[in-house]
């Protein structure tokens, strides 16, 4: 699970506010501030393409999804795959990528027991998107 950007700068809010306390342990609070600016570095990362990787995705997603629905028959995932990122904000491309994600996933628990060829190729391209997903989401650093 990768937390988001504001609960980051929360909880760096909260390690510096401790460390300003007047006493306390000198070395607990640097121990404070070296990982609130290690935090601070990771948001700057993850904010700076967190729009592009959700755009990504939520178009990556929709293809696979028109497929499923081609092979099974799902109206949910016809209706996902024609919807289009017309906000860019953040919480709305979050919101739309987790509807996305979670009829990605439906598909997959689908398609693993459905017979034949086309569904051993999709079930192949949902892994293949699970991965990039995965990619799309490390920062420099993931041990991934």
Not at 25 to 40: F, I, Y
Not at 98 to 106: D, K, P, V
Request: net charge negative.
């Amino acid at each position: 699970m990768t937390p988001k950007v504001p609960e980051v700068l929360g909880e760096i809010a909260g390690l510096i506010g401790r460390s300003l306390v007047p006493g306390g342990d000198p070395a607990e609070k640097a121990a404070h501030l070296g990982l609130s600016a290690m935090l601070l570095g990771l948001a700057a990362q993850r904010w700076d393409g967190m729009a592009h990787a959700l755009v990504e995705e939520n178009r990556a997603i929709r293809p696979i999804l028109a497929r499923g629905a081609d092979l099974l028959g799902e109206g949910r995932w016809r209706a996902l795959s024609q919807t289009t990122d017309e906000d860019f904000r953040i919480s709305a491309l979050e919101k739309a990528n987790s509807e996305l994600r979670g009829a990605l996933l439906a598909l997959h628990e689908a398609v693993e027991t459905a017979q034949g060829e086309a569904a051993r190729e999709l079930e192949g391209l949902i892994w293949a998107e699970l991965r990039a997903s995965t990619e799309r989401r490390m920062v420099a650093g993931s041990p991934v």
